[in-house]
């Protein structure tokens, strides 16, 4: 067994992923596209901010053909697939550059690792772009994608090709992996980078910021839901309808408004 950081944390999993090794290795299995790259950019922002919001992508690798943008999220947000689309649509619209054309020249694709889970409980969510006519048959004239992967979903069904990346990813959350477990070299040379020996001080400074946040949003949240299933009670609203609004089963409900945090 290898003692290693979770890569629940963005500047873990940052750390791992920027390898042009690992990250070509991730985008083939999961894409099924070869890159020809020789770097992987880290936080990366465009020039000219596109909308109101300037965006930050975690992990961005370009080719002559492709855009390949890859980040990571541990917290729950409830607004997730919409952010991730409005980063991807960034990532589209930042190559217009007239009116005259407005067909991007690089394909884009985003893949979105959400190692918290996620309300739907799949292992694999696909938002592409491909017009397709009323009966379901696609046209090949737009293959942009957003593909999100929740390694806790892991399953029989899961593409062989995921399945390992998957499951190292969620391995590696509790800070221990059997590295006997996994065959991919790309795999391996994860676990290297995040042997817990090897984290420098200042990585560790940023994992404790991370997890100081989370806990914070999480504290938030908690008594955002709890103030919302509180009004609802009071207006007599049905346990069901609550447990459908809330995404919360009725024993954390039960327990949530057990919790005396006030």
């Known amino acids: 067994m290898k003692q290693v950081a979770s ?16 990250f070509k290795g991730f985008v083939r299995d999961i894409l099924g596209i070869q890159l020809d790259i020789d770097k992987v950019e880290t936080e990366k922002v465009f020039d000219t901010v596109i909308g109101s919001v300037k965006t930050q992508f975690d992990l961005f690798a370009e080719d002559k053909k492709k855009r390949i943008i890859v980040d990571i999220q541990h917290q729950r947000h409830i607004d997730h697939y919409d952010r991730f689309l409005h980063y991807h649509c960034v990532a589209l619209l930042e190559q217009i550059k007239s009116s005259s054309d407005y067909r991007a020249n690089l394909k884009v694709y985003t893949i979105v690792v959400l190692t918290s889970g996620d309300k739907y409980k799949k292992d694999v969510l696909i938002t592409d772009f491909s017009p397709r006519d009323l009966s379901g048959n696609k046209v090949n004239e737009i293959a942009h994608k957003i593909i999100f992967l929740c390694p806790k979903y892991v399953n029989e069904n899961t593409p062989e090709s995921y399945r390992e ?60 839901k709890k103030t919302i299933i509180k009004n609802m009670l009071a207006k007599n609203i049905s346990m069901a309808t609550i447990v459908e609004v809330t995404n919360l089963t009725a024993n954390e409900i039960e327990d949530l408004l057990m919790n005396n945090d006030e």
């Open 7 to 22: 890569l629940r944390y963005g500047v873990i999993f940052k750390k791992a992923f920027c390898d042009v090794m690992v």
């Open 165 to 224: 990346w998957l499951e190292a990813i969620e391995d590696s959350l509790d800070g221990e992996v059997d590295e006997s477990h996994y065959k991919l070299a790309e795999i391996q040379q994860v676990f290297r980078h995040i042997e817990r020996d090897d984290i420098s001080p200042d990585e560790r400074a940023r994992m404790i910021e991370e997890y100081h946040l989370e806990e914070a949003i999480d504290e938030g949240v908690k008594k955002a």
